[in-house]
């Protein structure tokens, strides 16, 4: 893969040197779809006709059914129903709606070469945490600040880095259990086998996809809330970790984090320790009542 030079003047040296690293290993960062790319041009050219950008996104049909899905969410639920893709823009805005747009394209840009079973598991996870970030931050948005739209596009990347590194080592998915329902990647062991960090890769696969820069920190610093100050990005993660936490608690599964995190999440959020449980249920409950 041939280095790109953009991406690399948006680069710290320390960054620069890790995509090169990268490189060498034969990992390569996905390409955005050329619908993003279109869009991302309309953008950055000022238009404002819904009509212009509902057609750059109606191209796909996939995308346009995946975004659908996603608006469907307990999160717009004061903006339902729509019945076009012009009427979402209307509704959530142009900016909000190319986030969502982002997310969905990404798992048609990271596409299985092996294990197809794992890939479909992994983005089946990736979608649920994506969703119940959305419902988080849509009862949080006037404490927190951040968007429903936000929290579904780190929900969706904030993990990316490991299908990547399943493309490339054939045996990442076995070493690090990837394709058992549940598992936790152990970072200590991912670093030993692959000389490779999921949480780096996934960074920069946000770089290189022109995610806000508080998310692209998100996405780096998910397993670690406490290496960022008062930032915007600890807000998000403090959103991911929750989500996290809820998708481990509905699968019945041990979430190792969750005891060391528990406390910082809850007043990061603006939540009472003894109001989090309670708090946790509702938006579990309003999880579920999407999926009837």
């Not at 869009?39 to 006709?49: A, C, E, I």
């Not at 329902?181 to 022109?210: I, P, S, T």
Request: net charge negative.
């Amino acid at each position: 893969m041939a280095i790109d030079q953009a991406l690399l003047a948006t680069l710290s040296d320390d960054e620069s040197k890790s995509v090169r690293r990268l490189v060498e290993k034969g990992i390569k960062l996905p390409p955005q779809p050329h619908v993003l790319e279109e869009l991302r041009h309309l953008l950055s050219r000022g238009v404002t006709d819904l009509r212009v950008i509902a057609r750059s996104i109606s191209q796909d049909a996939g995308i346009v059914a995946a975004l659908f899905r996603v608006v469907q969410s307990a999160a717009y639920r004061r903006m339902q129903p729509f019945a076009s893709v012009e009427e979402i823009l209307q509704a959530i805005g142009t900016r909000q709606t190319f986030n969502i747009v982002q997310a969905v394209t990404l798992a048609t840009a990271i596409g299985a070469r092996h294990n197809a079973k794992a890939f479909e598991a992994f983005w089946a996870r990736s979608r649920a945490v994506g969703q119940i970030a959305m419902l988080i931050a849509e009862d949080r948005v006037s404490v927190c600040n951040v968007f429903p739209d936000q929290a579904y596009l780190a929900g969706i990347f904030h993990d990316c880095g490991v299908p990547v590194l399943m493309q490339r080592f054939s045996t990442y998915c076995k070493a690090m259990h990837a394709d058992e329902q549940g598992a936790w990647l152990d970072l200590a062991e991912e670093d030993r086998r692959f000389n490779a960090d999921h949480c780096v890769v996934g960074y920069l696969v946000g770089k290189h996809w022109k995610l806000p820069d508080f998310i692209c920190d998100a996405i780096r610093f998910h397993h670690h809330m406490g290496s960022l100050g008062n930032h915007a990005a600890r807000t998000m993660v403090a959103i991911l970790q929750l989500a996290i936490q809820l998708y481990y608690q509905d699968m019945h599964i041990d979430n190792p984090e969750w005891a060391g995190a528990r406390e910082a999440v809850a007043e990061e959020l603006g939540l009472h320790a003894d109001a989090l449980p309670e708090f946790m249920d509702e938006i579990l409950d309003r999880y579920h009542s999407e999926e009837h």
